[in-house]
Structures are given as C-alpha cells and as structure tokens.
C-alpha cells in the first residue's frame, strides 16, 4: 500500500532552518511528482511546493520562494524540503502529498515545524 513518512520538523528559532524528508513505498516513486503542503492552525492546508519526477522542474509558493528548495532522490524514494530563512509564519504542520491519479491523492501524517524564538 501507499505510504509517505515525514520528518525533520521541530523547534527551530527565526532565522533557523531546518530539512524535511518525505520517504515513500508502495508505488513507482519516480514516475510521480511530488509536493509539500502545509497547514496552519485556523488556516486551509495549502501547497508549498513541488517537484516533477525527475526533478527537472519545481514550483513554489509566492510566500516562500528563495527560501525553501524542493529536492528529491529516486534511489531513495524521498523526496525533501529544504528550509532556511525561517519566520514565524511558517509555523505549521508539513504534509508530503502524491496524486497517483486524478481522484486518488495520497498523503502523510505531517510532521510540526515551530519557528519561535
């Protein structure tokens, strides 16, 4: 079955950064895209970021351009997200997502991040 397992979220101070990794199973990981989403709290989940599946070409969201980079490994079925220049406003629960097919998204259980001095 489809799985994707986030981590590398946590307490990092304005400023800091921090990485992401979303390992994925269960399906041909590089013949997919891959993207970030995240949600604050009060908030609608929205998208961060995406890669293609060979990683020839990302998107980002206006808020975090030149910030964060979108990144993956096909050998290792992850695909990552770097953050640095972190602000408080980035605080908020980071979910990878795939879409498999047009009505069949799949997602992981998220992983917190917290940018407070």
């Known amino acids: 079955q489809v799985q994707l397992v986030e981590s590398g979220g946590g307490l990092v101070q304005p400023g800091g950064s921090l990485r992401l990794s979303c390992a994925a199973s269960g399906f041909t990981f590089s013949r997919y895209a891959m993207s970030w989403y995240r949600q604050a709290p009060g908030k609608e989940r929205e998208l961060v970021a995406v890669?293609?599946?060979?990683?020839?070409?990302?998107n980002y969201a206006d808020s975090v351009k030149g910030r964060f980079t979108i990144s993956r490994d096909n050998a290792r079925n992850t695909v990552y997200l770097q953050m640095n220049s972190l602000k408080p406003e980035d605080t908020a629960v980071y979910y990878c997502?795939?879409?498999?097919?047009?009505?069949?998204?799949?997602w992981g259980q998220g992983t917190q991040v917290t940018v407070s001095s």
């Open positions: 890669i293609t599946n060979t990683g020839g070409s990302t």
């Open positions: 997502k795939v879409r498999l097919r047009p009505t069949d998204d799949y």
